[in-house]
């Protein structure tokens, strides 16, 4: 979970290369994005993972290439994230360095993109936030847009860390992407990256034009907290009465404040997200445990009615699992049409992992899928 002052400190060795996560900054608001040379759609068939050791007791499900990714993620000598304070949290070995790292020992290369991506800053209240614009190479402007929030636990991670899932959207859907940067605590507590997330929702609506995207048809998603921000984008257009998505896709989201639950339980000691990780973002990102209760951080507690069509993707070796299929329930008690699709042997953070993870293609394509329905594609 690296610092915006460390990705530019690599930068200085790293922009000469195509890798898949991470991107080189310039100062100007609107500028290229370094190109990323790894097509999300195409995975690894050539190279067969084999994990060095037997299943993990927390995960005996766990399918083998998504095995190999946790044991070089626990490679990279990063320190538990709870024992951390925020700053030292943000420099720590993520999964998606894992997945670079598996590729490069495997010497599994990368395909061409086929999106290219544009940084550029958008105002927000009280000042600025950054965004990354993905535009497929092909296909006739206008192009659909989704609004694409990352995970970290409103706490840690930023659009680079989370590249895979965003630029995965981007090519299986052939629509533009803007994935939001947003505040995070504990310099910024709740409800500052939702108040943002819908800021930089209502700057697509008003300018998507403007990078060749179609305002009428707009659609959000996000992964873990970005999962939570995304629902609270519907339900803060709803209030307001302005456009609403055409559809939410969210992955594996916060939406519940129960960490007693069956998936808590059950992964308590799971890898890369643990209960004690869980803890230490609701410390770090709210001011008391009991805004945990409130209905834009407990989705399954807000009134959910009007949402959009929605997809719920969930990963079995997950805390959060529990939650995600309650709030599948929950959308359908209010009448929301709802797909709950939960993929076995993977973890939390499985859904940027393409390359290497069979079930996170499988799930990409999926959302796709859905998401070109809901654009007429």
């Given at each position: 979970?690296?610092?915006?002052?460390?990705?530019?400190?690599?930068?200085?060795?790293?922009?000469?290369?195509?890798?898949?996560?991470?991107?080189?900054?310039?100062?100007?608001?609107?500028?290229?994005?370094?190109?990323?040379?790894?097509?999300?759609?195409?995975?690894?068939?050539?190279?067969?993972?084999?994990?060095?050791?037997?299943?993990?007791?927390?995960?005996?499900?766990?399918?083998?290439?998504?095995?190999?990714?946790?044991?070089?993620?626990?490679?990279?000598?990063?320190?538990?994230?709870?024992?951390?304070?925020?700053?030292?949290?943000?420099?720590?070995?993520?999964?998606?360095?894992?997945?670079?790292?598996?590729?490069?020992?495997?010497?599994?290369?990368?395909?061409?993109?086929?999106?290219?991506?544009?940084?550029?800053?958008?105002?927000?209240?009280?000042?600025?936030?950054?965004?990354?614009?993905?535009?497929?190479?092909?296909?006739?402007?206008?192009?659909?847009?989704?609004?694409?929030?990352?995970?970290?636990?409103?706490?840690?991670?930023?659009?680079?860390?989370?590249?895979?899932?965003?630029?995965?959207?981007?090519?299986?859907?052939?629509?533009?992407?803007?994935?939001?940067?947003?505040?995070?605590?504990?310099?910024?507590?709740?409800?500052?990256?939702?108040?943002?997330?819908?800021?930089?929702?209502?700057?697509?609506?008003?300018?998507?034009?403007?990078?060749?995207?179609?305002?009428?048809?707009?659609?959000?998603?996000?992964?873990?907290?970005?999962?939570?921000?995304?629902?609270?984008?519907?339900?803060?257009?709803?209030?307001?009465?302005?456009?609403?998505?055409?559809?939410?896709?969210?992955?594996?989201?916060?939406?519940?404040?129960?960490?007693?639950?069956?998936?808590?339980?059950?992964?308590?000691?799971?890898?890369?997200?643990?209960?004690?990780?869980?803890?230490?973002?609701?410390?770090?990102?709210?001011?008391?445990?009991?805004?945990?209760?409130?209905?834009?951080?407990?989705?399954?507690?807000?009134n959910l009615k009007g949402f959009p069509k929605t997809l719920i993707i969930g990963a079995e070796i997950d805390p959060l699992a529990t939650e995600g299929k309650l709030l599948a329930d929950k959308l359908k008690d209010a009448d929301i049409d709802v797909t709950y699709e939960l993929y076995n042997g993977v973890t939390h953070e499985f859904f940027g992992m393409a390359t290497v993870v069979p079930q996170a293609k499988d799930a990409q394509a999926l959302?796709?899928?859905?998401?070109?329905?809901?654009?007429?594609?």
């Amino acid at each position: 979970m690296k610092t915006r002052m460390s990705i530019l400190a690599k930068s200085v060795l790293m922009c000469s290369l195509t890798v898949m996560m991470f991107s080189c900054k310039k100062e100007k608001s609107d500028t290229p994005e370094e190109k990323m040379n790894d097509s999300i759609v195409s995975e690894n068939k050539e190279v067969k993972l084999e994990p060095a050791d037997p299943a993990p007791e927390w995960g005996k499900s766990i399918k083998p290439e998504m095995q190999v990714v946790i044991e070089k993620l626990g490679s990279l000598g990063g320190k538990p994230i709870e024992t951390l304070d925020a700053k030292e949290a943000r420099m720590q070995p993520t999964p998606t360095d894992a997945v670079m790292a598996v590729m490069k020992e495997h010497n599994m290369a990368m395909p061409t993109a086929l999106c290219d991506t544009i940084g550029k800053q958008i105002p927000v209240n009280g000042g600025t936030t950054h965004v990354r614009i993905y535009t497929p190479k092909e296909g006739k402007a206008p192009f659909p847009v989704i609004v694409y929030y990352h995970g970290g636990g409103f706490v840690i991670a930023d659009v680079n860390t989370y590249n895979g899932g965003a630029q995965g959207l981007c090519e299986q859907t052939r629509a533009i992407v803007v994935s939001v940067e947003y505040p995070k605590g504990p310099e910024k507590k709740f409800p500052a990256a939702h108040n943002v997330a819908f800021d930089a929702y209502q700057w697509v609506l008003k300018n998507a034009a403007s990078f060749n995207g179609d305002p009428a048809k707009i659609a959000v998603a996000g992964e873990s907290a970005g999962g939570n921000l995304a629902a609270n984008v519907s339900m803060m257009a709803r209030d307001k009465k302005i456009q609403m998505p055409l559809y939410a896709v969210l992955v594996y989201p916060v939406a519940n404040n129960d960490m007693a639950n069956e998936s808590y339980t059950k992964y308590a000691m799971a890898k890369p997200l643990n209960k004690a990780m869980m803890g230490w973002f609701v410390k770090n990102y709210l001011a008391n445990e009991a805004q945990g209760a409130d209905p834009r951080i407990s989705l399954v507690k807000a009134n959910l009615k009007g949402f959009p069509k929605t997809l719920i993707i969930g990963a079995e070796i997950d805390p959060l699992a529990t939650e995600g299929k309650l709030l599948a329930d929950k959308l359908k008690d209010a009448d929301i049409d709802v797909t709950y699709e939960l993929y076995n042997g993977v973890t939390h953070e499985f859904f940027g992992m393409a390359t290497v993870v069979p079930q996170a293609k499988d799930a990409q394509a999926l959302a796709a899928k859905k998401l070109k329905e809901a654009f007429g594609l």
